[in-house]
């Protein structure tokens, strides 16, 4: 549990203790959770989408999340717009995702893609 807790405070900092131009900046950090509704009893971690954006990530990056049927922004670096997908390509519908806002499809996120002014041209 403390690693958790540590890995989810070192990722709200890097947020604004890197250069958006490092392939290791978190322009995102979000919490996931495992049921519908953003609910505590469901809360997986704090996980952060990072890099220059501007392409499709996957949201589990090393095959150990659960399905994730809700995910809440706590940090998006300004201008930065965050859009999550139940599809692996990000050709499904785009959800928005805003800061502290719940969002959910009804069926588990896959990938995000995030475009920031500088973000890489796709």
Same mark, same amino acid.
């Given at each position: 549990m403390?690693?958790?807790l540590a890995l989810a405070f070192s990722a709200a900092t890097f947020v604004t203790a890197s250069s958006p131009g490092d392939?290791?900046?978190?322009?995102?950090?979000a919490d996931i959770f495992s049921g519908p509704d953003c609910g505590n009893d469901t809360f997986v971690w704090a996980d952060p989408i990072f890099g220059r954006g501007g392409n499709?990530?996957?949201l589990d990056r090393h095959d150990n999340t659960?399905? %994730?049927l809700s995910y809440?922004?706590?940090t998006i670096?300004?201008?930065? %717009?965050?859009?999550?997908?139940?599809d692996s390509e990000c050709q499904s519908s785009a959800y928005l995702a805003e800061v502290d806002q719940c969002v959910q499809a009804g069926i588990p996120f896959i990938s995000a893609f995030v475009q920031c002014p500088f973000s890489d041209k796709s």
């Open positions: 403390f690693q958790l392939p290791d900046f978190y322009n995102t950090v499709c990530q996957p659960p399905d %994730i809440r922004p706590t670096y300004p201008d930065c %717009i965050v859009n999550l997908y139940t």
